[in-house]
């Protein structure tokens, strides 16, 4: 089974910082898109940014200029460094390899943004 393994959340002030890392087996790291994703209490899993193989990256537009998503070749991981946070980035965020049609998931990770 495919573990995407997530860490970095917790509980930061608006206007602070936080840095998301997941890791994953480099088989599968070395062929898949890289992303994350955010789900908010109550609401649906949305797209926060995401990074090719390439390294071409695609964010949501509320997280453009303030998030930036990096992959680490050497070490199978792709970072997520979220800035300027605001109360409402805050849910459990997810980490997903994806290639053609296969799709894993890591287990979430909690961020809160106190006000």
């Known amino acids: 089974q495919v573990q995407l393994v997530e860490s970095g959340g917790g509980l930061v002030q608006a206007g602070g910082s936080l840095r998301l890392s997941c890791k994953a087996p480099e088989m599968i790291f070395r062929i898949c898109r890289m992303a994350w994703y955010r789900q908010a209490p109550g609401k649906q899993r949305e797209l926060v940014a995401d990074?090719?193989?390439?390294?071409?990256?695609t964010y949501a537009d509320s997280e453009k200029g303030r998030f930036t998503i990096s992959r680490d070749n050497v070490n199978n991981t792709v970072y997520l460094q979220m800035n300027s946070l605001k109360t409402e980035d805050k849910g459990v965020y997810y980490c997903?390899?994806?290639?053609?049609?296969?799709?894993?998931w890591g287990q979430g990770t909690q961020v809160t943004v106190s006000s």
């Open positions: 990074i090719l193989t390439t390294g071409k990256t």
């Open positions: 997903e390899a994806r290639r053609a049609g296969d799709d894993y």
